[in-house]
C-alpha cells in the first residue's frame, strides 16, 4: 500500500524547530548574487575605458620629463667633464716651460679642477631634477604654490639664521674658482699664517711655524697673501762703517754673488743674478748696502741665510768692517778715563762745607741767671 507524505515548507518547519531570535541579533547578511557582480564589473570597466586616454596621456608626460631631464643631466655633466679635461691637458702643455714655472704645476692644476668639476656636476644635477620633481607634481594637478611659498619662508630663515655658514661656503666657492692658494701653498691669511694642509668649502686648515694647525674660516679672510705663486725676493742688508772704500765693497759683494750663482744646489733655487742695488742709507756712523735676488717660493729665507754667512766670510777675508761685529777692532785714539765710571763728591763729604754746617743739629745752649 502506498503512503503519500503530505509536503511540509522548509521556512514554516524551521522557526517551529527552535526558539525565537532576539531583536539585538543582527540579520543575515545579504550574499551578492551574480547580476550585481555583473553590474559591477560591467562599471569598472565603463569607468576605465572612459579615462584611460587621461592615464595614458598622464603617464606619458611623466616619462617625457624623466627621460628629458636624464637626457640633459648626461649631456651637461659631459660637458663639464670635457671642459676640465681640455684644462687639465692645457696646464700638461705649460708644465716645464719658461711660464709653467711662474705658475701652480700640473698636479696642483689637475686637483684644482677635478674640485671644480665636482661642484660644478652636483649643482647642476641638483637643478635639473629639482626642476623635473616639480614639473612631475605638476601633471598630477598638485598646487605647488603653497609648497614653494612654504620653501621660500624656509630658505629666507636658513638664511638668516645660517649667514656666516652660506658667507663661508661661498667664499671657498670663489677660492677655488680663482685658484687664490692650494695644498702645499704658503700663505698669510691675516688671521693665521702658515702652510695650507686642507682646503674646503668652509674651513680651510693651516699649519703654522710652531707645527700649530689653524681651522680658518673661509668668511673670514678678508685677503691672502700667497708666498708660493711665481718667485720670492730675498734681500740682505750689510751695514758697514762709514769710512769704508765703496768700491771695494761692491766688488766683494759682486764676488760673492758670482761664485755663489755658479754653485749647487744655489743655481737652482736663484731664478736670476744676484744684484748689489748700492746704498739703501747713510747714517752718521753707519751705511747700508742692498743685496737682492729672485728665488723658487718659498726659499728666500734659505737663500738670505746663505748670503748672510758668505759676505761675513768674505768681508773678514777682505778687512772690511761691520758694525755690530765683535771682531772688529776697538778705537785706540780714545783714552780711557779712570774716573769715568766713579760719581761726583758730595757736598757733604766737608764737614766745613755750607751744606754740611747747615744740616749739622744745633747744640745745647745754658740759660742765664
Known sequence: MHLEVPAVSLPVVLPAAGPSPSPSESPALTVPTFQDAHETATNAAGWVEQNWSTWLAIG???????????VLRAVVRRT??????????????????????????AERRRQRSQAIGSVLRSVTSFLILGTAALMVLATFEINLAPLLASAGVAGVAIG??????VTDFLSGVFMILEDQYGVGDSID???????????????????????????????????????????????????????????????????????????????????GPIEVLGLDSVLIDSMVVRVTAKTMPGKSVTVERELRWRIKR??????????????A?????????????MSAPSAFASATSPQSLAASPIPPQSLSK
Open 189 to 271: 691669511a691675516g688671521v693665521a699664517a702658515g702652510e695650507v694642509i686642507e682646503v674646503g668649502l668652509r674651513v680651510t686648515k693651516l699649519r703654522g711655524a710652531n707645527g700649530e694647525i689653524w681651522y680658518v674660516r673661509n668668511g673670514e679672510i678678508k685677503r691672502i697673501g700667497n708666498l708660493s705663486q711665481g718667485w720670492a725676493t730675498a734681500g740682505v742688508d750689510v751695514t758697514v762703517k762709514t769710512d769704508e772704500d765703496l768700491d771695494k765693497v761692491k766688488a766683494t759683494l759682486d764676488e760673492v754673488a758670482e761664485r755663489m750663482s755658479k754653485e749647487e744646489p744655489w743655481n737652482e733655487l736663484l731664478w
Open 314 to 327: 768674505a768681508f773678514d777675508a777682505a778687512d772690511i768692517r761691520i758694525v755690530g761685529d765683535a771682531t
Open 60 to 70: 606619458l608626460k611623466i616619462l617625457l620629463i624623466l627621460v628629458i631631464a636624464a
Open 80 to 105: 663639464i667633464t670635457k671642459i676640465i679635461d681640455r684644462m687639465a691637458r692645457t696646464a700638461q702643455a705649460v708644465d716645464g716651460t719658461a711660464l709653467g714655472g711662474l705658475l701652480v704645476n
Open 160 to 165: 638668516f639664521g645660517a649667514r656666516n655658514l
Open 329 to 341: 777692532p776697538a778705537d785706540a785714539t780714545a783714552a780711557a778715563d779712570p774716573t769715568a765710571a
